[in-house]
């Protein structure tokens, strides 16, 4: 049996998911489950199913990879410009991937802060937006 034709037709399909945007490997399972579990078993992962395909996964993956100097230095970027450090705030403001980063590499994230030399308490009071004064 020729299996170039299945082959061909799964890499135009993922091609075609790709064509214009970046997708999560997790979003492709959860919305095409039935082409990520095919392609895994043909190519073996579903990165070697996109490297086949000319995709380059880390961009797929649309994943910053952070590293402890990273994560020092966003937020120190944040504190900087003014930004709350604030859990809640930072959730709110789509920041997840800073916190996940934060409590894989520091064990948590009063110990990321402290790392850049910040006092915990004092950068996570809330405060205003209009006037960043802390709101007793």
């Known amino acids: 049996m020729n299996m170039t034709k299945p082959i061909d037709k799964m890499k135009k399909d993922i091609k075609a998911l790709y064509n214009g945007s970046l997708k999560k490997p997790h979003n492709v399972a959860k919305e095409y489950p039935a082409l990520y579990t095919k392609a895994r ?3 073996g992962s579903w990165k070697k199913a996109l490297a086949a395909c000319g995709i380059d996964y880390e961009k797929a993956r649309n994943h910053k990879k952070w590293s402890r100097v990273k994560v ?5 970027r944040l504190y900087v410009n003014g930004y709350s450090l604030r ?3 930072l959730r709110t403001n789509g920041t ?8 894989y ?5 009063r ?8 006092r915990y308490t004092t950068v ?12 007793e």
């Open 111 to 118: 110990k990321a802060i402290e790392s850049c030399g910040l």
């Open 41 to 43: 078993k043909v190519f």
């Open 72 to 76: 020092v230095e966003e937020i120190n």
């Open 124 to 135: 996570t009071e809330k405060r205003t937006i209009e006037d960043n004064q802390i709101i």
């Open 96 to 103: 997840i991937c800073l916190i996940s980063a934060a409590m």
């Open 105 to 109: 590499h520091f064990g948590s994230w």
């Open 87 to 89: 859990l809640k705030d």
